[in-house]
């Protein structure tokens, strides 16, 4: 996919709350997420209702938001 020029910000939603043991791999996919936008040039946003997660790091969104 080309990439659009006209967008300058992302929000990416996060799998929010999930089962001890199962969420690792939405977490993960959530976190390559962010670092591959912000490569591209992207400002992320970062919505997400479990704040125990890696992705709501700050290094990873430049602004996130925790339900």
């Given at each position: 996919?080309?990439?659009?020029?006209?967008?300058?910000?992302?929000?990416?939603i996060?799998?929010?709350?999930?089962?001890?043991?199962?969420?690792?791999?939405f977490?993960?996919?959530?976190?390559?997420?962010?670092?591959?936008?912000?490569?591209?040039?992207?400002?992320?946003?970062?919505?997400?209702?479990?704040?125990?997660?890696?992705?709501?790091?700050?290094?990873?969104?430049?602004?996130?938001?925790?339900?």
């Open positions: 996919m080309p990439r659009n020029n006209e967008l300058h910000k992302i929000l990416l996060g799998s929010g709350p999930i089962v001890i043991g199962q969420g690792c791999e977490d993960y996919s959530g976190v390559q997420a962010c670092k591959a936008l912000r490569e591209e040039g992207y400002q992320v946003v970062l919505v997400n209702s479990n704040p125990a997660t890696i992705m709501t790091d700050p290094e990873f969104a430049d602004r996130t938001y925790v339900e």
